[in-house]
């Protein structure tokens, strides 16, 4: 069992950074795929990014090159640094660890706001 907490969001404006955090309890967070999504308002839930055990990353089309994900294994954390906001990445956020038998978790999600 896995819970995770979200932080970080807020209001920013266009142009600005936020970075977001996602706290993961209990062990083995090391052997845990972990994602960021986003859902704004009225719009089904997007893929953000991704990060394998092994730090490899992949990163949605929209966010490529504005975005970072990252991983502390010994701080059970997972980041987005989010740069050049646009107004269209107003969503809420949200931190998702898959288990390696495919079992997911989600956090309650931190709401990113960016005004133009």
């Known amino acids: 069992q896995v819970q995770l907490v979200e932080s970080g969001g807020g209001l920013v404006q266009a142009g600005g950074s936020l970075r977001l955090s996602c706290a993961a309890s209990?062990?083995?967070?090391?052997?845990?795929?972990m994602a960021w999504y986003r859902q704004a308002p009225g719009k089904q839930r997007e893929l953000v990014a991704t990060?394998?055990?092994?730090?490899?990353?992949n990163y949605a089309d929209s966010v490529k090159g504005r975005f970072t994900i990252s991983r502390d294994n010994a701080k059970n954390t997972v980041y987005l640094q989010m740069n050049s906001l646009k107004p269209e990445d107003t969503a809420v956020y949200y931190c998702?660890?898959?288990?390696?038998?495919?079992?997911?978790?989600w956090g309650p999600g931190t709401q990113v706001t960016v005004s133009s």
């Open positions: 209990g062990s083995s967070f090391s052997f845990y795929v």
């Open positions: 990060i394998s055990t092994g730090s490899v990353t």
């Open positions: 998702n660890a898959q288990s390696p038998v495919d079992v997911a978790y």
